[in-house]
Nanobody
Framework: QVQLVESGGGLVQAGGSLRLSCAAS????????MGWFRQAPGKEREFVAA????????YYADSVKGRFTASRDNAKNTVYLQMNSLKSEDTAVYYC?????????????????????WGQGTQVTVSS
């Protein structure tokens, strides 16, 4: 089992920045990649970004490219999502997720079915 705990959410003004963290614990040795997803009220969960543990390779949804940056600290078993130039449409609950499967494309990284364990989510609210 892998436990994931997100943190760093909050209220930020449009155009501002926020940094989310996701700490992984438990059986993390075989984890291949971590993904970030978000879900706004009444909407489906959507892919945001993903990063591999081994080499830090990143994948991004088109909607956040150039604004969001995923990173990881392997020693801390923690991944981050730096969110810049935030827009009101970025308002959502943000979730991190773990997969032990190989990810080698944006399509794979963006598929929720690739991920086995999910965090509880952290609320991000962007005011306009």
């Amino acid at each position: 089992q892998v436990q994931l705990v997100e943190s760093g959410g909050g209220l930020v003004q449009a155009g501002g920045s926020l940094r989310l963290s996701c700490a992984a614990s438990g059986r993390t040795a075989s984890s291949y990649a971590m993904g970030w997803f978000r879900q706004a009220p009444g909407k489906e969960r959507e892919f945001v970004a993903a990063i591999t543990w081994r080499d830090g390779y990143t994948y991004y949804a088109d909607s956040v490219k150039g604004r969001f940056t995923a990173s990881r600290d392997n020693a801390k078993n923690t991944v981050y999502l730096q969110m810049n130039s935030l827009k009101s449409e970025d308002t959502a609950v943000y979730y991190c997720a773990n997969t032990n499967r190989r990810v080698r494309s944006t399509v794979q990284a963006g598929s929720a079915g690739m991920y086995d364990y999910w965090g509880q989510g952290t609320q991000v609210t962007v005011s306009s």
